[in-house]
């Protein structure tokens, strides 16, 4: 029987479970990934499990999140990670090395093998041909404990591509052109498939970009084949004994197709404040801008980077305009300053960025108020740049550089003056890997790091039986983990709960942890009930674990994404969709929530919830695993794991 790539890839993987869309399976995990936002916690929980070593093929610890050191929390953090992965087992990537996501690209990447990491941008890996996925530091713990990640068997939706791109049209176009298509919700458990004759007119970092982004889709991941593009873009990197050819059967069988010619797109945008909203640059030709950013782990290769350069070369940026560019990794900086892109972009008056997720994270470089600001970067959730009133708009490279230098909106195929730039995609890269540090051969008197401000892994308790409390926020639709738990000023307390509690919700109601607190102090339990797609973008499994911190035992939408819903799970809180829509709107903030015989209602699909405030009883729905139910009812996957150790 003739099987797409992803059957092969999960099929030589599976370890539980059956190939039928739908089924729960479990897979096992060749390599992981963790960033330093997400890495703590992490290891945190993979020193609770009591292992002495990792247990998968490669583990990588990167460092490219919390490099704004201000304070000591997040260099407390970083001497923590470099002493755990030694201790461990597990590569570790220096700050300065880059982003993980390129980097992990250039130097690990392997065709045909399963990467998990904690940042949701990891399906950047299917760009090489590998079933790449993002998940909650938990699951990526366990994964390095050697343990199956668990999820949905997927529907493989076939995305064919016909053609080639004109110039001035890239591959940030292309999956602009498939979120305009599928939108950013309603695509859980789904996997997008890039076939066609196009594929083979695309190289591995456009490849890559397009795979990044299918993250905002809600995808559980992207892939394209490994053919002669791949083995090229291995050769580069002095790896080509790492390739395989890989492809799916003709004659495949998918859940879905769309067709995208590429020889038909033009230039795109994504509009505040969804990467979903998506409209042409032709259509907003003329708008001021005022900020403009290039980089991050979407749009940082050193091909992106040498178009740039060339467009600016021998031209200064518009008075009105601050342009930043962060290459994406040591090494694409280090070729940069080698072949004289680097002087062409200081030159133009670009200020260089470190090679770090910085703006992307909402690190650094938030815009002024209101602020008009192009990215490439494949976020622009209201308020992530660190101004809330900001105005992000993500856009391809060229179509940045060129609202750089004129200070608008400018439309690539428009007669701008500019020439279009070489596209250079070397056959060598300049390979430094000194800034990697790889474990030692013994590492029995390695002695682990912890600062003031890294703490235990927070517990919670098993299930009871009645779940009584209160509506302690309500919000509405396409709610994010940014939302729920803020990033830039506030990362550096990720390693300590109790701090970074006090700030769940905090742009959207800044006193719901006192809530909270006030209603664990009264000995109820805390609810949040949310609209469509709720838990969307990062997979910061912070926005499960504070709230778990804070007493929330259940969460109620109208729909759940995937990596939010897993860990909603892991940490014990009951992810509940309503049955009926208009149910929503039988619910306000601080009504009395009533769930009885909780842990018996959730065996069955259907939960009765009581609305005592309003005399009402809504059905709701528990679309979990029997592996999730066990997770839920002893209260987190992490007292499982000690249970057992």
Known sequence: MAKTLTEKILASHLEEGTLECGNPIGIHIDQTLTQDATGTMTYLQFEAMGLDSVQNELAVSYVDHNTIQVGFENADDHHYLQSVAAAKGVVF?????????????????????????????????????????????????????????????????????????????????????VLEHFGVKGNVNCIFEYTGDGVANLEVPERSTICNMGAECGVTTSLFPSDEKTLAFLKAQGRAEDWIELSAD????????????????????????????????SSLAGKKVEQVLIGSCTNSSYADMKKVADILDGQTISEHVSLGIAPGSREVLLMLSQDGSLAKMIQSGARILESACGFCIGNH???????????????????????????????????????????????????????????????????????????????????????????????????????????TIKVGDKITTDHIMPAGARLKYRSNIPAYSKFVFEGVDPSFSERCIENQDRGKDNFIVAGASY?????????????????????????????????????????????????????????ELLIEDIAKQIEGREVVLKNKTKSLEITLYCDITDTQRSMLIEGGLLNILKGRN
């Open 535 to 591: 838990g969307q973008g990062s997979s910061r499994e912070h926005a499960a674990i504070c709230p778990m911190y804070l007493g929330v035992k259940a969460v109620i939408a109208l729909s759940i994404e995937r990596i939010h819903q897993n860990n909603l799970c892991n940490f014990g809180i009951i992810p509940l969709t309503f049955a009926n829509e208009e149910d929503y709107q039988k619910i306000d903030q601080s009504d």
């Open 365 to 471: 470089q938030s815009p002024g108020t209101e602020g008009v600001s192009l990215r490439t970067s494949n976020r622009n959730f209201e308020g992530r740049s660190g101004t809330k009133s900001g105005q992000v708009y993500l856009v391809s490279p060229e179509t940045a550089a060129l609202a750089a230098l004129s200070g608008v909106f400018t439309d690539p195929l428009s007669d701008h003056g500019v020439a279009f730039p070489e596209i250079v995609h070397p056959t060598q890269f300049v390979i430094d890997d000194t800034m990697f540090i790889f474990p030692p051969a013994d590492r029995s008197n390695i002695e682990i790091t912890r600062g003031p401000n890294i703490g235990d892994p927070p517990k919670n308790t098993k299930l009871k039986e009645l779940l009584e409390g209160y509506a």
């Open 250 to 281: 003709e004659g495949a069988a998918y859940d879905d197709l769309y067709e995208i010619d590429l020889s038909t797109l033009e230039p795109k945008v994504a509009c505040p404040h969804s990467p979903g909203n998506i409209a042409t640059v």
């Open 93 to 177: 990537s220096r700050p300065g090395n880059g982003i993980c996501h390129q980097v992990h690209l250039e130097r690990f990447g392997k065709p045909g093998k399963t990467l998990l990491g904690s940042d949701s941008h990891t399906p950047t890996g299917g760009g090489i041909g590998m079933i790449a996925i993002g998940a909650g530091g938990l699951d990526v713990a366990v994964a390095m404990a050697g343990g199956p990640f668990h999820l949905i068997s997927p529907k493989v939706i076939e995305i064919r591509l016909h053609g080639k791109l004109r110039t001035w049209v890239s591959a940030k176009d292309v999956i602009l052109t």
